[in-house]
């Protein structure tokens, strides 16, 4: 599986627009980039998947550049309920049995 | 809507104790998933069943075991526990094929304390 790098932490404040950036420079034609959020003591929970270009959901958005070689997380207008750790994952989801390898994620820390 | 469920979610061991953890899946899902976060750590990916079988292995130790049983309940067995498997114990399951690709969701946890 793709290796991915993201930032360790990032603090923000409450109604900014925050953009996690993960670099995953081997991806192979078959991978996925999936984001997840974890609170503390909770499981991880899916945010956003895409393949290419941009993916927008009601939580974020997912923006992709042609090479794949990066992931840009968009999280519009932050809350402090947003503090969490959020993983970059890269790998052939699609197939069964798809384990998730998570790497070190990024702490982010939203202030009043 | 139904969740994961997890039981127990708190569970207190001696060292070279056993500890059974269980997992309920979200009906219908075909995929169950095991993963260990150790104190501030990430998730670790430790076995997946797909319709019964095992259908990956990642860093489980041999002292760990697990199965998935016809109701599509899974088990983790563990045994001759040590310090070190103290850790939350996450399920998670998910339904092939269904969009977007696999998305897992996860149990609240089993908090395993070895003492």
């Known amino acids: 599986l793709a290796k991915t790098t993201q930032p360790i932490s990032m603090d923000s404040y409450e109604g900014q627009e925050v953009n996690i950036t993960c670099s995953h420079n081997?991806?192979?034609?078959?991978?996925?980039i999936t984001w997840y959020q974890q609170f503390p003591s909770q499981g991880p929970r899916f945010i956003i998947q895409?393949?290419?270009t941009k993916v927008t959901n009601e939580v974020a958005s997912l923006f992709i550049p042609a090479d794949r070689k990066s992931s840009t997380l968009s999280l519009p207008r932050v809350s402090l309920s947003d503090t969490a750790v959020y993983y970059c994952l890269v790998g052939d989801i699609g197939n069964q049995g798809g384990k998730l390898i998570f790497g070190q994620g990024t702490e982010l820390s939203v202030k009043p | 809507a139904a969740g994961v469920i997890q039981s127990p979610r708190h569970l207190i061991k001696e060292k070279r104790e056993t500890a059974t953890l269980k997992c309920y899946p979200i009906?219908?899902?075909?995929?169950v998933y095991w993963y260990q976060q150790g104190p501030g750590q990430d998730p670790q990916f430790l076995i997946s069943f797909y319709e019964k079988m095992q259908s990956d292995k990642g860093s489980i130790p041999d002292r760990f075991s697990a199965q998935q049983f016809s109701d599509y309940h899974s088990e983790l067995n563990m045994s001759s526990l040590e310090l070190g498997d103290s850790a939350l114990y996450f399920c998670a399951s998910s339904l092939t094929g269904a969009a977007p690709g696999n998305e897992q969701f996860f149990g609240p946890g089993t908090r395993l304390t070895v003492l």
């Open positions: 009906p219908r899902h075909d995929t």
């Open positions: 081997n991806i192979a034609t078959n991978d996925y």
């Open positions: 895409g393949y290419k």
